[in-house]
C-alpha cells in the first residue's frame, strides 16, 4: 500500500540550519520517508511537515529542535522532485536530470515495491510481435508500428535483465513508455530504492534516448544513497538499546 502527499504552497515552511542546535555545516535539511532520513541541500521547503496518524513514525530524538534539524526530521509521504530539488540529484556530468518531466521519492510501505514489481505484473510480451534489444541491454516488447504514427514506434515495455543492470532488493528494471499527447512517447520508471523509499519518475524519448537510460537510473540511485543518513538513531532504538543492556 502506497501513500501520497503532495506538496502545497500554503503553511509551506522556511528552513533555517543556523537555528538547529548543531547546524548542518552544509546546511542541509533532514528529511524522512518512513524511518529511512535523507539529508538534502535545502533551504526553503515548499513542503508541509505532515506524517500520517494512521502509520506514525519513530519518535525523533528531540523532537524540542526545529524542524529539519538532525534531532527532528520533517516527515514526509512524499517528495516531488522540482527545479529546487533537482540541484541534489544533478550530477555535474553527463547525463543530467534536467530533461526529467517528474522525479518523486515515495514513502511506502517495506513489503510494497512499486507496480512493475508486484507479481500481478503482466508486460504482455507474449501478445506483442515486435521485440527490440537495444544497445544498453533493455530488452523491449513493443506492439506492431503504426505507418501513420511514427513518433510513437517506441511504445511499449522494457526490462533488463538482472545481469545487465543489477537492481536493489532483488527486483528487475522495467520501464513503460505509453502514447503521449498530443504525440510522442512518455516513459515512466517505478521501483524501490532504500527499504521505505520507492523511486518513481517520468520522461520522454525525444529528452532522454532509450539507450541512455540505465545511466541516467545509474546516477540517481547514486545521488539518493549518498543522500542517506546511514544507522540514524531514533529515539525508539535508543531506547531498545537501553533495555538490551
Known amino acids: 500500500m502506497l501513500f501520497l502527499f503532495w506538496a502545497m504552497p500554503v503553511g509551506a515552511m522556511v528552513f533555517e540550519p543556523e537555528k538547529c542546535p548543531e547546524p548542518d555545516p552544509e ?7 518512513g524511518e529511512t532520513v535523507l539529508r538534502i541541500p535545502l533551504r526553503t521547503l515548499s513542503i508541509t511537515h505532515k506524517p500520517r496518524q494512521d502509520w506514525p513514525l519513530p519518535t525523533p530524538p528531540d523532537a524540542s529542535q526545529p524542524l529539519g534539524c538532525s534531532g527532528n526530521p520533517l ?3 512524499s517528495l516531488i522532485i522540482n527545479f529546487s530539488f533537482s540541484a541534489w540529484l544533478r550530477d555535474r556530468k553527463q547525463p543530467s536530470t534536467s530533461p526529467l518531466r517528474e522525479i518523486r521519492l515515495i514513502w511506502a510501505r517495506r513489503d510494497f515495491y512499486g ?3 508486484s507479481d500481478s505484473y503482466d508486460p504482455s510480451c507474449d501478445r506483442l510481435t515486435r521485440h527490440m534489444a537495444l544497445a544498453n541491454g533493455l530488452l523491449g516488447c513493443l506492439p506492431d508500428k503504426n505507418p ?3 513518433d510513437r514506434d517506441q ?3 522494457y526490462r533488463a535483465a538482472p545481469h545487465i543492470y543489477a ?29 521505505t523509499v520507492n523511486l518513481v519518475y517520468r520522461f520522454t524519448p525525444e529528452r532522454i534516448p532509450l539507450e541512455e537510460v540505465i545511466e541516467i ?3 540517481l540511485r547514486k545521488q539518493i544513497e ?20
Open 27 to 33: 546546511g542541509k535539511a533532514y528529511l524522512s520517508l
Open 167 to 195: 537492481m536493489p532488493f532483488g527486483q528487475t528494471f522495467i520501464m513503460e513508455c505509453w502514447p503521449d499527447i498530443p504525440r510522442g512517447a512518455v516513459c515512466k520508471v517505478g521501483y524501490k530504492v532504500l527499504p
Open 148 to 150: 501513420e504514427r511514427p
Open 217 to 219: 537510473d545509474k546516477m
Open 155 to 157: 511504445v511499449g515495455t
Open 115 to 117: 507496480r512493475f514489481q
Open 226 to 245: 549518498q543522500a542517506v543518513v546511514t544507522d540514524y538513531k531514533w529515539q525508539d532504538d535508543k531506547a531498545d538499546q537501553e533495555d538490551q543492556k
Open 75 to 77: 516527515a514526509q509521504q
